[in-house]
T-cell receptor
């Protein structure tokens, strides 16, 4: 069974810092990997989707990489802002979705 | 841990028919349930937010008359795709939020409309 782990569970950084969130998964047979953002009490917002054949995707200050063979993905956030404070989830898609445990990010003004 | 189930896991229906998908929280009461869909090779997208006993809040671009959501109890929400068409073929997934704010995801339902 696929297991998805995110490290760290919580992260607090001062505004302006660059940061990296990590996601690891045990079964490399995936269709794609997605990064989501979740604000308290809200549904998920999709940030980046990486197909299994791709290595990375970029959107604005966000860059996500995928190394399927090693079962790892990273989400890089450049020049963090207080508005980036949220929980970040990664999910891998096989025959069903497997979500990671999430990283709670706090960006301090 | 908490479990969210969806039924059916896979359904094929003919164009013009309606399909109901159930989302159940098995061992906790869900104050809020979310419905998502994912088209092939696209991101999972939020469709609507459902609170028990009240009308669902739909995201922009999602037709509320086509995708009927009923959150009749604290453990059950249903999504009915009315008059389904081939373009509605998608992967539908729900999630449920516990009273303490933890969110749990269902395994998804794959809908194919022929």
């Amino acid at each position: 069974k696929q297991e998805v782990t995110q490290i760290p569970a919580a992260l607090s950084v001062p505004e302006g810092e660059n940061l990296v969130l990590n996601c690891s998964f045990t079964d490399s047979a995936i269709y794609n990997l997605q990064w989501f953002r979740q604000d308290p009490g809200k549904g998920l917002t999709s940030l980046l989707l990486i197909q299994s054949s791709q290595r990375e995707q970029t959107s604005g200050r966000l860059n996500a990489s995928l190394d399927k063979s090693s079962g790892r993905s990273t989400l890089y956030i450049a020049a963090s802002q207080p508005g980036d404070s949220a929980t970040y989830l990664c999910a891998v898609a096989g025959n069903q979705f497997y979500f990671g445990t999430g990283t709670s990010l706090t960006v301090i003004p | 841990g908490a479990v969210v189930s969806q039924h059916p896991s896979w359904v094929i229906c003919k164009s013009g028919t309606s399909v109901k998908i159930e989302c159940r929280s098995l061992d906790f009461q869900a104050t809020t349930m979310f419905w998502y869909r994912q088209f092939p090779k696209q991101s999972l997208m939020l469709m609507a937010t459902s609170n028990e006993g009240s009308k669902a809040t739909y995201e922009q671009g999602v037709e509320k008359d086509k995708f009927l959501i009923n959150h009749a109890s604290l453990t059950l929400s249903t999504l009915t795709v009315t008059s389904a068409h081939p373009e509605d073929s998608s992967f539908y997934i729900c999630s449920a939020t516990s009273r303490v704010g933890e969110q749990y995801f269902g395994p998804g339902t794959r809908l194919t409309v022929t």
